[in-house]
């Protein structure tokens, strides 16, 4: 960002329907992220009740998160190839085409989740689950602050998110190393361990794709490209 | 998503230069054809005494690119780009202040021709403006024409050459020693007007809007031919079209006028920078259509 401030507003200029229709888009990819945020919620949520009916209704709702995805994505098509953006509101839009590509492998991730409770529906949990709910409730949390981070194109904000990826890497390998545990002590754990590996490994990767999106922030608000994965972070 | 097979691993992932007295020896205006390269040092220019149209803009013109100067109507680039081959003062009351060199020699220097300038320095104009009672091949040679010295055979072989290389020749070479310019289309009037100015062998070839009044497809055209043109010129356009800008240049100069209705330089930059992440507040403005 030139100068470090926003840009002027855009409502009173002469592009004032591409300005809208921007921020249009803006607001769809909150409603997708939110979407994505409750999945995954409700999905652990789903694994932690043994929620069945719940699950069944999560994964048949990724859908939706795909569908609207594609919606954005064309959308911000339409716009690059009919206005010629330029500057911030390219990077916007690039970064808008990135950050739902992000949100709709989220909800795969989430859906895998719910598609894990089911399978597992008729066994007891070998253990209760603590540290992935929090591991969901850290990646959740960390995706809907990153979005605003991206409307409000707040790097230092996004910067701070994407650190926090560091928490959801610790307790992954903690939740790694007890089922491990419980595996090499109960064999017959193996099959349900291996899933809710599978549920930790999800949860991870959302919030490693929570970093792809504040590393998107960085370069709407900056025109650099600055990589938050793990080694990256200085 | 139905979960991986496999377990991940667990962790993946413009200078502004100040202006120097200007040497009072005669200036031969010789051109470098490895790379004539302009530059404008703190140029000012003025319609009258009291209307002053540009103030103090530093820019570089280097070789073999192309330059784009955008910037809201009535910023000056037109009145900036007319200085760099001093067709600027033609106009009555007319001055300009500063310096423009030309590899490095001072056009505005007393003991330079302002007619040689503006050979050396060539304009295309935005509206195509052949000659419409010469033909074609007349119109291409009429600079040298006025020049004398040159034989039938020679004129033709520079007009063959300069048509060939706006692309123009295949089109009109049925008819181009007999036929009226202005039976052409407004692209190959355009492409015409530009062997024109080629004809006369410029080092830099300045463009004013040059299709502004031309349809999508003769626009096309004249960009390809800038970017070819470019390995043989240095060239500086003028344009409306921040499209344009951004699909041929390589540098771009944004101008603007504020209040005092002044045209300054505010920013000069690879074009690749300018039109993705400019350093300028107003220039981000401008380029993403928050005013102008």
Not at chain 2, 30 to 41: F, I, L, T
Not at chain 2, 84 to 93: A, K, Q
Request: charged share 25%.
């Amino acid at each position: 960002m030139p100068n470090g401030s926003p840009p002027a507003s855009p409502m009173h200029g002469p592009r004032t329907t591409f300005h809208r229709e921007l921020e249009r888009l803006q607001d769809e990819v909150l409603v997708l992220g939110s979407m994505v945020e409750k999945a995954t919620l409700r999905a652990v949520d789903a694994l932690r009740e043994r929620d069945i009916a719940a699950a069944h209704v999560i994964e048949s709702e990724d859908v939706l998160v795909n569908r609207k995805r594609f919606e954005i994505e064309e959308a911000a098509l339409l716009l690059i190839a009919t206005q010629q953006p330029m500057a911030s509101d390219l990077r916007r839009l690039a970064a808008i085409v990135h950050i739902v590509t992000d949100l709709e492998r989220m909800g795969d991730y989430a859906a895998g989740i719910a598609h894990i409770c089911i399978q597992i529906a008729d066994e007891p949990l070998i253990k209760p689950l603590i540290d992935i709910p929090r591991m969901a409730d850290i990646a959740a949390s960390m995706l809907r602050r990153a979005l605003d981070a991206f409307i409000a194109r707040d790097v230092a904000a996004a910067e701070a998110i994407a650190h926090e990826d560091d928490d959801v890497d610790a307790l992954y390998q903690q939740v790694y190393r007890e089922l491990l545990m419980l595996m090499l002590t109960n064999p017959r754990t193996i099959d349900q361990a291996t899933h809710l590996l599978w549920v930790a490994h999800n949860l991870e990767r959302v919030a490693d794709r929570v970093q792809n999106i504040c590393e998107r922030v960085v370069f709407v608000a900056t025109g650099r490209m600055q990589e938050f994965s793990r080694g990256a972070i200085s | 998503m139905v979960p991986s097979s496999k377990l991940a691993p667990p962790i993946s992932e413009a200078d502004v230069t100040v202006p120097t007295p200007v040497p009072p020896e005669p200036v031969p205006l010789e051109v470098n054809q490895d790379g004539p390269s302009m530059r404008a040092r703190e140029l000012s220019a003025w319609y009258n005494v009291t209307r002053k149209a540009i103030e103090h803009v530093s820019l570089e013109v280097p070789a073999h690119r192309i330059t784009a100067i955008i910037g809201p109507s009535g910023c000056g680039k037109s009145t900036f780009i007319r200085c760099l081959n001093r067709m600027h003062e033609v106009i009555r009351g007319a001055r300009a202040e500063g310096h423009v060199e030309l590899n490095g020699e001072d056009i505005y220097s007393a003991q330079v021709d302002p007619v040689r300038v503006r050979r050396v320095v060539g304009m295309v104009f935005q509206k195509p403006n052949p000659f419409p009672m010469m033909t074609i091949f007349e119109n291409v040679v009429a600079g040298l024409r006025l020049e004398g010295g040159y034989s039938r055979a020679s004129l033709e072989e520079v007009a063959e050459r300069v048509v060939a290389r706006v692309a123009l020749f295949d089109e009109v070479k049925d008819v181009w020693k007999r036929g009226a310019s202005s039976s052409l289309s407004g692209g190959q009037q355009q492409r015409l007007c530009i062997a024109r100015t080629l004809a006369v062998e410029p080092a830099v070839v300045l463009m004013d809007e040059p299709c502004s009044a031309l349809d999508p497809i003769a626009t096309y055209r004249i960009e390809e031919l800038m970017v070819q043109l470019k390995q043989d010129y240095t060239i500086a356009i003028v344009t409306h079209n921040m499209q344009q800008a951004s699909r041929v240049s390589d540098y771009t100069a944004f101008m603007l006028a504020e209040e005092d209705r002044i045209g300054r330089l505010v920013e000069c930059g690879p074009t690749s920078k300018i039109f993705t992440n400019p350093s300028e507040r107003r220039t981000e403005d401008y380029i993403t259509g928050r005013f102008g």
